[in-house]
């Protein structure tokens, strides 16, 4: 028997994930399985209405606690489970004699990055830095720990980051629907296009240097003179958006900036065909959808200069420092001045499209290292 744990699954990347993982598991021929997840989730529904074998449970502190410590070893004890599978997050405290194979996506925990929470006031920071040991703690009780990308894995292994667990890497899968759909989508013909759309799907957290853009895009529109470069993005109406909102009102350039609010999957198309280019500057990533998603849709990417985002997306995107926004609007300026230099980006994205697992494919890369151990 096989336990999936989806039980720290609940909300962004994870969760597309999860339903990815989910539907490939129902077409696969495995059996002998069973799903944990959060009662009254989108992930329980699902599994409810795709006839996948599953049992829900409570959430909240409480409920969270009663899943680690008693919960989780009930399921494997009652089933005689060989291997307790959690996609993203810990192993549950207690499991019984399981093998514990646990997905891992904290990059600063493994990067071991001691700036990550600077933007924070002393004392948040040192709870977010105790919470950043805890979990890392917990990690390691795993026997098997699963990586997003090669790099991640490589500094995993070298600095010993989860101790003596076997350190294993399943690339990001891209979701073969919202492919499908951007493949879709007309491509980018720059020629007497005098509005161009940069957007940054992503939702509130300081990590992903939202207000940094003001100076970028400020420099873009006024070495430019024909055409217009707007940031659109996709934040709730909240205090982060507040500080973007505010970021471009100092240098009168609000008129530059448009806020989508939230996304579903089902919206994502949609604005990409309205987009000519999508940008990730976040301080630090594991791995981002906007990649995907640029490289799908043939639209240029930009992403921060920095090594996590070289050595993912190579030259499939255009990168940029900023702390010198101007060199970086000018770098940027090059490419829209150019159908050639355009098409080269988006050819580059195009292989490392190609080289990526689907969801099946990384389905059955879970079920072999899962193998190893049954």
Known sequence: MIIVNLFPVAKGGGLQNAFSLLTALKKSELT???CLVRKGSDLELYCQEN?????????GLFGRLLFEFFYARRVCLKNNAKVIFTLFGNCPILSGKSIKISGFARSNVVEKDKKFWNFLPRYKR???????LL???LMKLSDVVILETERLGRLSSQNKVFGDAKVRVVKMAASGLIVDQLGCIETVKLEDMQTINITYITGSHPNKNIPLLAPLFHFLNINCLNKSFNLICTL???DYFMEVKSAF????????LTNGGFLSSNDIPKIISESHALINVAYLESFSNNWVESWAAKRLLICRDAEYAHDSCFDSAIYV???EPEISAKKILTIFESQAKFDQYTAQGSKLLEQMPNSNEKFQQYMEIINEFL
Request: hydrophobic content about 30%.
């Open 126 to 132: 040192m709870i977010k830095r105790i919470n950043d």
């Open 321 to 323: 420092d900023l702390n």
């Open 51 to 59: 006839d996948i074998k599953f049992e829900s449970f409570g959430s």
């Open 236 to 238: 709730p109406n909240d």
């Open 249 to 256: 009102n100092r240098l009168n350039i609000e008129q530059h």
């Open 135 to 137: 979990i890392l703690q």
């Open 32 to 34: 002998d399985y069973q």
